[in-house]
């Protein structure tokens, strides 16, 4: 989709306006007149009358905003002008009243009135609905969490719905998971005193071609895996030393990758053994889970060595249980190793084990996940996490899309509501959610578990309430920093992202130089004097 883009009484937004249009259509290009004015190019009305040339936009949006000072109301009228002689036009105007003291608190709630509008507009072109209005940040519930600390659940559920243009599904949705996490970790927001850690282990058997995780073929040439598990344990030791400096408790410690079980049950007990010498109270980490992701890689001796050091959650994903999607994309074991290795694990001891499913492999339909949902019904795990397909850039499956044939909109609708339905009769409830761009049909990925049994870290990771320090390869950090107040009363705090290398070539040389600067980003987020590793 093209489209010719006016701006009246603003400038700047064209990130808020691109996202908008992406809702509605995969492919957008987006030309403003105003460019087009300062390079002498084509002027709105020029590219009217050329309309039917190739390249030329197929629509012409005009968004108008008007502030009124003295009743602090921003007007926003947004028009959609066919640029063909079929001469379709949409319109939708908008006030709203800025309750913002701050400038950066009034730009936000301007981007608000302009995407509203926006969206209600391009709904009117499409005849399609939003059910997530003209929200497309990652994380859904930390705003849910925002309103719930100054309204109640009835009212903050009402403010998404009239600010944000969400559905009354998606709203409560949010409500119960946010509710739910609080019941879960009472202490969620008074955790400045602990961190969680984050162990990055890149190597699977495969990769998947929807996968840009690192995850590299444990058998190839990018990198040692012994140069790469010298330096983790470096890491390890090094963060643990800073942990004790530091006065700071581990919450919860995950094992991901990359399959973390794509190395021997020798070497993962070498890594517990530093774990345990070097981390501080490990008997008071709340919870520790290895991503074994990859049922090919879980072994007898694997499972033992997860038992001695108490591992108490772990994570085997079918994705599917159809084998032709499976070697669609690059999954090189079969469906019944699935299951054999799922009841290898009950019967070794492993009784929190998680599950992930994915909507909208390339193939697959309604059918096929209703067979996927009856299979996972003979095993129920003690938790599911169900993603929507999402076409990120740098994965196989985008460079090739043209290869890869997937369920419509309507279709990924509807195997969502059997998901849904197929929690509620198995009495698992939702407790994380996030959202991700270019996922099919706007959706979201939801974690569900029985009672009792959610994931702590994901809880903590996806909130951002708490310090995540990554080790290993392409780990990321995630730095709080100490919590500030603005000029509207509500609560900020700095976060400062540090990735390790993806590549274990490159982590390999150049572990010592990320830790230290990431060691010192820790120092200056903790007010502690930095000090170089040794």
């Not at 190793?337 to 499913?357: A, H, P, Q």
């Amino acid at each position: 989709m093209k489209a010719l883009i006016v701006q009246n009484g603003f400038t700047g937004y064209r990130m808020d306006i691109f996202h908008t249009w992406k809702l509605f259509y995969e492919e957008v290009e987006l030309q403003y007149a105003e460019d087009d004015a300062k390079q002498g190019a084509v002027h709105a009305a020029e590219v009217a009358d050329n309309s039917e040339g190739e390249g030329q936009p197929q629509w012409r949006m005009t968004l108008t905003l008007e502030m009124q000072p003295d009743t602090a109301k921003a007007n926003a009228h947004v028009t959609l002008e066919s640029l063909r002689e079929d001469g379709e036009r949409y319109t939708h105007e908008e006030a709203r009243k800025l309750n913002s003291r701050s400038p950066e608190g009034q730009a936000r709630e301007i981007k608000r009135v302009l995407c509203s509008t926006m969206l209600q507009v391009l709904e009117q072109l499409t005849g399609l609905s939003m059910t997530w209005g003209i929200l497309t940040g990652v994380r859904p519930t930390k705003l849910m969490h925002n309103l719930l600390m100054k309204h109640s659940r009835e009212e903050s559920i009402r403010l998404l719905q009239e600010e944000y243009l969400l559905s009354d599904a998606k709203a409560k949705l949010l409500a119960d998971i946010a509710e739910r996490q609080l019941k879960v970790i009472p202490d969620l927001f008074e955790m400045d005193n602990e961190v969680s850690v984050y162990i990055g282990i890149p190597f699977c058997p495969t990769k998947c071609a929807y996968c840009t995780f690192p995850a590299y073929d444990i058998r190839g040439n990018n990198g040692s895996v012994n140069s790469f598990l010298d330096g983790l344990h470096h890491e390890i030791r090094e963060t643990g030393r800073w942990l004790k400096q530091a006065g700071l408790g581990i919450t919860t410690i995950y094992w991901g990758g990359g399959t973390p079980t794509s190395i021997t049950a020798e070497e993962m007990d070498a890594l517990f053994v530093t774990l345990h010498d070097s981390f501080p109270a490990m008997d008071k980490v709340r919870e520790l889970t290895v991503e074994a992701g990859r049922p090919d890689t879980i072994t007898p001796d694997k499972l033992r060595v997860m038992r001695k050091w108490n591992v108490d959650r772990i994570s085997i994903n079918p994705q599917s249980f159809t084998q032709l999607t499976l070697d669609k994309i690059g999954r090189h074991h079969t469906v019944e190793e699935t299951i054999e290795k799922f009841v290898l694990s009950r019967e070794m001891g492993m009784d929190n084990i998680n599950m992930d499913l994915i909507i909208g492999l390339p193939n697959e339909g309604v059918e096929e996940f209703r067979y996927t949902l009856d299979e996972t019904a003979k095993l129920l795990p003690e938790s599911l996490t169900v993603h929507t397909l999402s076409f990120k850039r740098a994965s196989k499956m985008t460079k090739n899309r043209d290869q890869y044939e997937v369920a419509e909109r309507d279709e990924i609708g509807e195997m969502m509501d059997m998901a849904n339905q197929f929690m509620e009769e198995h009495e698992y409830v939702p407790y994380y959610l996030y959202r991700q761009k270019n996922m099919l049909g706007n959706l979201e990925n939801v974690g569900y578990s029985l009672e009792g049994r959610e994931s702590l870290y994901n809880i903590v990771m996806m909130e951002e309430r708490q310090t995540i320090i990554g080790v290993g390869c392409g780990a990321v950090s995630k730095v709080l920093f100490a919590k500030e107040t603005d000029a509207d009363g509500n609560e900020h705090r700095r976060i400062e992202r540090f990735p390790n290398p993806k590549e274990p070539s490159v982590y390999n040389q150049a572990y010592k130089e990320y830790l230290d600067k990431k060691l010192k980003l820790l120092d200056e987020a903790y007010a502690l004097p930095s000090k170089t590793t040794g």
